[in-house]
């Protein structure tokens, strides 16, 4: 005769615990005084929101007059100041190159002591921070009113910018060809040289031909203050109202800024890739 078998306990059931609503206190607070800076900005602009409507007439408008037929009388002369716009950024960017690769170069970690490192950065900060405009303005009270003045400009402006990819491409560098060099007993300035320069090299030449373009475009602006190139013409006919030759300015710039990033993109795919990668993409 068998027992009877005493019923198993099964566990209690546990209540499941949903977690807890994240707060949105925070998120929500900083929303509206972000809308609140900007309903206030908006409303300091006094911007006369009734004229609006009529602007993609007015805008069509000076879009005929420009471009319906443009004065070809001044094309010679606006490609000699083009050529000159591009001479300006072409010296700019050089001076900066020459500048900025040796300062950044000690403004990365493990190159330049500390102290060093945190004025070169502060410096490169302070430089961003001034617009190639405002540089330009003060230095047209040395150097007059010339096109070195804008190069000069360029320049200048062009080293914090540049300085600051110079110490992040050095510091981004693998480690192992900077420990292979001090391990065979070399100093900083041997790693920099063996170890450092020759793996950060591509990257620093595509950021000086990056620079280069960013000067064409800033050249023409430079102009407008003075320093001399097709931001000059542009700005005396459009003064004079003088909406036919605008046009064939404006054409002239937009054609030669695309050739010249045509032209600079090509280089740095041949310094970043190589003639190599270039061949195997044409052959696939």
Not at 11 to 33: D, G, H, M, N
Not at 139 to 163: K, S
Not at 222 to 248: E, H, K, P
Request: glycine letters at 10%.
């Amino acid at each position: 005769m068998t027992g009877l078998q005493t019923p198993v306990k099964l566990p209690a059931q546990t209540e499941l615990q949903t977690p807890t609503k994240p707060s949105r206190l925070w998120s929500t607070v900083f929303a509206i005084v972000v809308g609140a800076i900007v309903l206030v900005a908006g409303a300091g602009l006094k911007i006369s929101w009734s004229d609006l409507p009529a602007m993609p007439g007015q805008i069509w408008h000076y879009l005929r007059l420009m471009f319906e037929a443009p004065n070809l009388e001044k094309l010679p002369r606006a490609l000699f100041e083009t050529w000159r716009s591009i001479s300006m950024a072409w010296l700019g960017a050089i001076m900066c190159v020459a500048v900025s690769i040796p300062l950044g170069m000690l403004a990365a970690n493990g190159v330049g002591p500390w102290w060093l490192r945190t004025a070169l950065r502060g410096v490169f900060a302070v430089i961003r921070a001034v617009p190639e405009v405002i540089i330009a303005l003060i230095l047209l009270t040395v150097t007059g009113l010339t096109p070195f003045t804008g190069a000069l400009a360029l320049g200048i402006a062009g080293i914090g910018t540049q300085g600051k990819w110079v110490y992040e491409t050095i510091e981004s560098v693998q480690e192992g060809a900077s420990e292979a060099v001090r391990a065979a007993g070399g100093s900083t300035a041997e790693v920099t040289r063996w170890a450092l320069w020759p793996a950060a090299a591509p990257t620093l030449m595509s950021f000086a031909l990056y620079r280069f373009e960013i000067n064409i475009r800033t050249s023409a602006v430079l102009g407008l203050v003075g320093a001399g190139g097709i931001g000059s013409m542009l700005s005396n006919y459009t003064n004079f109202r003088q909406w036919d030759t605008v046009g064939m300015l404006l054409i002239v710039v937009v054609i030669a800024t695309m050739l010249m990033d045509a032209v600079s993109g090509a280089i740095r795919r041949r310094i970043m890739e190589g003639a190599r990668a270039r061949d195997v993409a044409r052959s696939s």
